[in-house]
């Protein structure tokens, strides 16, 4: 894991230690230190909540320049379908298409056409025996890293199926390759236009393996912004072609893709917090009767992603709008079975990184050593000591990353137990020192 390629950074020059973030990181991988945040890469899983609530901006997505278009002979883009819903009073995602080979892209395959395919290949597996149930979506990268890192019961439950972008990269590939012939694979250039710093992690580190043909990840924000200059300047000349209908763009928002399986035992939640409520409960077995679950780390979908521009909601409802003309689903397989190259090949390992000691005996006297220690602890998880709980305060004292002075609650108790013992020690040195109060002790003698 110490490989591992963040696209969650933090510029500490901006940072104030206002234990924000701290707070909020849902995999408590921030603590505070000399007056700053610091993050700790074998926990985090680029969710991007501490982006989204940093007041000082010190939290940034690392992603491609959009500029890298010129790295190649031949370039297509990859708009996920919550770029769509960026866009106040569009009435037609041609517009949005047109626009992308305006900046300068040769070709445009959309993700949402992808996504389509992948919910068909969806309903297939689940009706398949062998299934371990209830089936968990492997769309978001953040769910799929949580997984690994904090529950190994649950990852024969990951779909094994690759996401869409995935499969559209594939598709995309292909298409250049037999509409250009002469062209080599490196003079193809496989742009990603991501929402969120977790599919940007996902690309970076080659979780699709042999199958990843993406060869960049520039930020909706970005080509948002692009897009305004060049499309504002053609409202009135026509328009290309959308090939995504209503299942695909609908993968954008919370309950698109569980909704797209036609199967009613299904679960849909977003919100990180929500989510790993939802996985205690599938681990617990507390949830036994579903199919099929839909996880979004962000609030609203993927429309809620940390490099997105619009608010969630209202992008889910201009994507409502736009749906509301197009076809149910355009992108259908041509067979009833799923293509070899449609799964991951990699799928997911347990890899945690909460892991106290290799050798078990060691582990389990460390673990005694934090329960002690957080018994001796406040228990009002203030964040003061720079860490955001008690507990994960405790397993710092013992992994030798704290000190227990850092604890501010207790040394303000410390300081007045001081000060109350400093005060009763002089007040019997006034009266040991006074020779009246002394006459009259020896008098009462």
Sequence with gaps: MADYKHSVSLEVSKCKGCTTCLKRCPTEAIRIRDGHAVINSDRC??????????????????????????NYKYTVALPAPSLYGQFD????????????????????????????????????????????KPVISSACPTISRMISMNYPFLIDNVLPILPPVDIAAYLAH??????????????IGIVFISP???????????FAGERNYITDVVSVRDVYFALLDVMKDREDEPLENTESGMIGIGWATTGGESTAIFNERYLAADGIENCIRVLDQIDNEDITSLDFVELNACD??????????????????????????????????????????????RGIEYTPATLLSEDRKVARQMMQEIEAIKA???????????????????????RGEANVDDCTVIMKMLFHQYLEERKEKSVLEKIASDPILNLKKENAE
Excluded at 47 to 63: F, L, S
Excluded at 174 to 187: I, Q, R, T, V, Y
Excluded at 376 to 398: K, N, R, W
Aim: charged share 25%.
């Design 45 to 70: 899983i680029d969710c991007g909540e501490c982006i989204k609530m940093c007041a000082y901006k010190a939290k940034k997505a690392v992603h491609d320049s959009l500029s890298c278009i010129g």
């Design 89 to 132: 009073h569009m009435d037609n995602i041609g517009y949005i298409i047109r626009g992308l080979k305006d900046l300068g892209f040769d070709d445009v395959f959309e993700v949402a056409c992808a996504a389509e395919l992948v919910s068909a290949y969806t309903r297939l597996y689940i009706k398949r025996s062998d299934v371990k």
């Design 174 to 187: 292909e298409k250049a390759k037999a509409d250009h012939p002469e062209l080599s694979d490196e003079e």
């Design 196 to 206: 969120c710093p977790a599919k940007v992690s996902y690309v970076k580190n080659d």
């Design 300 to 345: 609203g979908g993927c429309v809620g992603g940390a490099m997105t521009v619009a608010n969630p909601y209202i992008a889910q409802a201009r994507l409502q709008a736009l749906k509301r003309y197009l076809p149910v689903s355009p992108n259908r397989p041509a067979s009833e079975w799923i293509p070899d190259q449609y799964f991951n090949e």
């Design 376 to 398: 001796s602890l406040p228990q009002i998880d203030c964040g003061s000591c720079g860490a955001p709980t008690c507990m994960a305060f405790a397993e710092d004292i013992v």
